[in-house]
């Protein structure tokens, strides 16, 4: 049975609320078919005051063994490095996270906030948020870039803001039933049978994307035209299952006609983008995005793009924007 605590540093519960609504499996058949020992949670913990902070320090001294230790939200430094924007069980929540990392055998960060900062790590960063073991794309976060658990693993990363439910459940179940080697990660510490490909993959608007034909409005009700090239999104940089495994079983956000907005990415969110740009492509002299999609460069894309309009089918051009 493999013991999990799972801590929330500065976030809005949002992965909380993601794993309480996981349905392959769900929290109770990790409990009851998988052997989970849940030792606390912020939402599902029974033990208070002076019971809970027992638990917490029997983790820290090795009482309790603890096999997987889960943060959701940022480590806050502030102020000064005191940690004290965020007091937990009577002390910094950050002197927290460093014993309880240290003493686990596995590490894991649940959401962009624990991956790397997320929004409350997006200058100027008044709490002097933090992720686990990246800030932002930089290596290094609260617990350095040469930090390795118990088990000699780094952090985990799980990102999405927040992640989906399946991602959060399924890690937790390979971590607790002893396959922790088997999950190969990627150079962000992001499991790769999650993040290898690219929202894009399996997207229903894809054959848009390959003609470079876009779509003039939002919303599920026009399924033709491909949202990248006028609405901002960022499907084709983006690294996530999202139109693979969908959200609720039946649906993504490039499925309901909204732009993906590149969540699962350090960058995330892109608030360096002109305001009142977020749902608008940034463009080269106002033809050629200003991000192309990872592996080209913008002359290649702009040959590649050419000849796709080029070839585009009629189909493809009906109630079409044209780029």
């Known amino acids: ?29 990790l409990i009851t078919d998988f052997g989970l020992d849940l030792l606390w949670h912020p939402s599902l913990g ?9 638990l917490f320090w029997d983790c820290v001294h090795g009482v309790r063994p603890l096999d997987i230790f889960i943060l959701e939200g940022t480590v806050i430094k502030g102020p000064y490095g005191s940690g004290r924007f965020d007091m937990f069980a009577d002390r910094p929540m950050k002197d927290w996270v460093a014993d ?15 991956s790397w900062g ?26 350095g870039a040469n930090f390795r658990s118990k088990m000699g ?95 609720n079983r039946q649906s993504s956000k490039t499925r309901a006609g909204m732009p993906c907005t590149g969540c699962t990415e350090p960058e995330y969110p892109f608030f360096d983008l002109a305001p009142g740009t977020v749902f608008k ?7 050629v995005p200003k991000e192309v999609p990872e ?8 040959a590649h793009a050419a000849a796709a309009r080029i070839a585009a089918p009629q189909w493809s051009k009906e109630d079409m924007f044209v780029v």
């Open 153 to 247: 693993l780094p952090v985990i990363n799980i990102p999405g803001c927040p992640a989906h439910p399946d991602w959060i459940t399924q890690i937790i179940v390979a971590l607790a039933t002893g396959r922790a080697g088997d999950i190969a990660l990627d150079e962000l510490h992001r499991p790769q049978t999650f993040f290898k490909t690219f929202t894009q993959t399996g997207c229903t608007r894809v054959q848009y994307f390959e003609y470079k034909q876009g779509t003039a409005s939002f919303g599920e009700g026009t399924r033709k035209g491909c949202l990248f090239y006028e609405f901002g999104c960022r499907g084709p940089m983006t690294h996530s299952p999202c139109n693979r495994i969908l959200w």
């Open 118 to 143: 997320g929004i409350p790590a997006t200058a100027p960063n008044p709490s002097d948020s933090t992720g686990l073991q990246f800030h932002k794309r930089e290596r290094g976060g609260f617990l």
């Open 295 to 302: 592996g080209n460069d913008h002359l290649t894309y702009m």
């Open 46 to 54: 029974l033990e208070l005051g002076h019971n809970a902070q027992k």
């Open 281 to 287: 492509t940034q463009k080269v002299s106002g033809v």
């Open 1 to 29: 049975m493999a013991s999990v605590l799972w801590f929330q540093g500065g976030a809005c519960s949002g992965n909380t609320m993601s794993f309480l609504n996981a349905t392959e499996p769900n929290v109770v058949d």
């Open 100 to 114: 309880l990392a240290t003493a686990a055998q596995i590490v894991v960060a649940i959401g962009d906030c624990a």
